[in-house]
Nanobody, 122 residues
Framework: DVQLVESGGGSVQPGGSLRLSCSVF?????????MAWFRQAPGKEREAVAV???????EFADSVKGRFSISQDNVENIQYLQMSRLTPDDSAMYYC????????????????WGQGTQVTVS
């Protein structure tokens, strides 16, 4: 089964930057997955941070537009979430997620999740 493993979380001062990694394991087909990033802060519901649409473009939440970006290493099977100009409101547990339907569409639920990595901005 496909597994996602996250890393890169930690503590950073406001205005700082951090890059999160999501490594993909056991993707036997070697086909690219539809992947996304979510976050959840204490007392708040989980929210989508970056999701790819049916055209293959990444849609970012309004709260992070212009500050977060996505990159991907297809050789090493790693997706990166680059976060810049971080604020305390960005503090949350960050998760990468994926599904194996074969194409990206916002209507498809994500069924594969990483363990999460904590980001604390203070």
């Amino acid at each position: 089964d496909v597994q996602l493993v996250e890393s890169g979380g930690g503590s950073v001062q406001p205005g700082g930057s951090l890059r999160l990694s999501c490594s993909v394991f056991n993707n036997a087909t070697a086909l690219p997955l539809c992947m996304a990033w979510f976050r959840q802060a204490p007392g708040k519901e989980r929210e989508a941070v970056a999701v790819r649409d049916s055209d293959g473009n990444t849609e970012f939440a309004d709260s992070v537009k212009g500050r977060f970006s996505i990159s991907q290493d297809n050789v090493e099977n790693i997706q990166y979430l680059q976060m810049s100009r971080l604020t305390p409101d960005d503090s949350a547990m960050y998760y990468c997620a994926a599904h194996t339907v074969g194409y990206c569409d916002p209507s498809i639920a994500f069924s594969i999740w990483g363990q999460g990595t904590q980001v604390t901005v203070s």
